[in-house]
Nanobody, 125 residues
Framework: HVQLVESGGGSAQAGGSLTLSCVAS????????MGWFSQAPGQKREGVSV????????YYADSVKGRFTVSRDDPNRTMYLQMNSLKPEDSAKYYC???????????????????WGQGTQVTVS
């Protein structure tokens, strides 16, 4: 039973930083695509970033390019999202998501991800 647990959310001032973590457990596959999604109140969930196995490739939504950095520590089954230069519009619930196999070019499609965490709230003021 695959589980994803996020942590690190909270409140920050505009221009500040937060680091989110996602710890995965319960799977034996050697290849897992992992990504971050965000959902603001009243909005649909959107892809923020994705990291291929070993961090060999990373992709970002245009809105966070140059400010957010995703990374993976595969031996410890952990993914991070370093969020810098935060803006009020970054406020949302952030979800960790994963699926077996390689990441797709359409990494931002939530329907491709089988496993989801419960989310962690980020509030920027």
């Amino acid at each position: 039973h695959v589980q994803l647990v996020e942590s690190g959310g909270g409140s920050a001032q505009a221009g500040g930083s937060l680091t989110l973590s996602c710890v995965a457990s319960g799977y034996t596959a050697t290849r897992f695509c992992m990504g971050w999604f965000s959902q603001a109140p009243g909005q649909k969930r959107e892809g923020v970033s994705v990291a291929y196995v070993g961090g060999r490739a990373t992709y970002y939504a245009d809105s966070v390019k140059g400010r957010f950095t995703v990374s993976r520590d595969d031996p410890n089954r952990t993914m991070y999202l370093q969020m810098n230069s935060l803006k009020p519009e970054d406020s949302a619930k952030y979800y960790c998501a994963a699926h077996q196999g390689a990441c797709f070019a359409t990494w931002y499609r939530e329907k491709d991800y089988k496993y989801w965490g419960q989310g962690t709230q980020v509030t920027v003021s």
